[in-house]
């Protein structure tokens, strides 16, 4: 729990995270079920979530999990329904799910079905998401979502044109998601600078394309001895923190009273910010 408070507002929220098989999804599930949140995790990878869900379980923890592929509007529907008929209610949504598949235009050729994919995640998936909880928790007059967006949604970067347009259409889903709603459904978009160890770099095209080559060319060329800084979030050289930073920025999103919506919240690493 935060210690510059007494109030725990995760306790007994039901917590429904999509791509929680690894990275921050992962964390942010593990972090909300220590603060007695009921978790459901969902992603496709069932063996993970079931390693996952036993963790949290033998931890103390309250979790369940469902294989989800948030692309498929139906499994969406169902993992709104397994939440519901597992713990009654539906509090907090986190659509955590995505791909990164940068690349130029002129790759288009080797690039199309992995851009294709990358927006049937973000989008159509944070759509599914959305109005698979949305009769829910207007119904009961509450409920949270937060949806992972990126500092790569606020402009266009060359190499990342898809990725762009895909965090930018979060967001906006979102906003527009909390304006409709009159605060009957608060949303919170994260958007994160460089996170280490979360397995989008395997979803890169091409490794040269957008900040990917950008950081790499960099720290070659003038951050060499920063090497060793560069997971180290008590240096101002961090270029990429944990998955467990992000998680607790989000943690923190949802540990608010309902009368308060962090809305929007940026999450840098301090040495990549003159980059974006």
């Not at 791909?99 to 199309?112: D, F, G, K, Q, V």
């Not at 607790?248 to 949802?254: P, Q, S």
Request: proline share 2%; hydrophobic share 40%; glycine share 10%.
């Amino acid at each position: 729990m935060n210690s510059y408070r007494t109030e725990n507002y995760i306790k007994d929220k039901v917590i429904v995270i999509t791509g929680a098989s690894s990275g921050f999804g992962k964390e942010t599930a593990k972090k909300a079920a220590e603060l007695g949140g009921k978790v459901v995790l969902a992603a496709r990878r069932e063996e993970l979530l079931r390693e996952i869900t036993q963790e949290i379980r033998e931890s103390g923890g309250e979790a369940s999990y469902i294989k989800t592929d948030v692309r498929v509007k139906d499994q969406v529907n169902a993992m709104a329904k397994f939440a519901v008929d597992t713990y009654g209610r539906i509090d907090v949504l986190v659509n955590d799910a995505g791909t990164m598949p940068l690349a130029y235009y002129s790759e288009h050729a080797i690039a199309m079905e992995a851009w294709e994919q990358s927006i049937a995640t973000a989008i159509n998936g944070t759509l599914y998401g959305i109005a698979a909880v949305y009769d829910q928790m207007i119904e009961q007059g509450q409920g949270h979502i937060v949806n992972i967006s990126s500092i790569l949604g606020n402009y266009p970067v060359s190499g990342c044109g898809v990725y762009n347009v895909t965090k930018a259409a979060v967001r906006m889903l979102g906003d527009s998601l909390r304006v409709e709603s009159r605060g009957k459904i608060k949303v919170t978009n994260i958007k994160p600078t460089s996170v280490a160890n979360t397995g989008l770099v395997s979803t890169e095209v091409d490794y040269n394309a957008g900040l990917s080559g950008i950081y790499g060319k960099i720290i070659d060329a003038f951050m060499g001895l920063a090497i060793p800084d560069r997971l180290d979030t008590e240096s101002i050289h961090c270029f990429d923190f944990s998955p467990s930073i992000l998680a607790d920025n989000i943690i923190y999103a949802i540990d608010q009273p309902w009368g308060v919506n962090i809305s929007e919240l940026t999450v840098r690493a301090s040495g990549e910010a003159m980059f974006v």
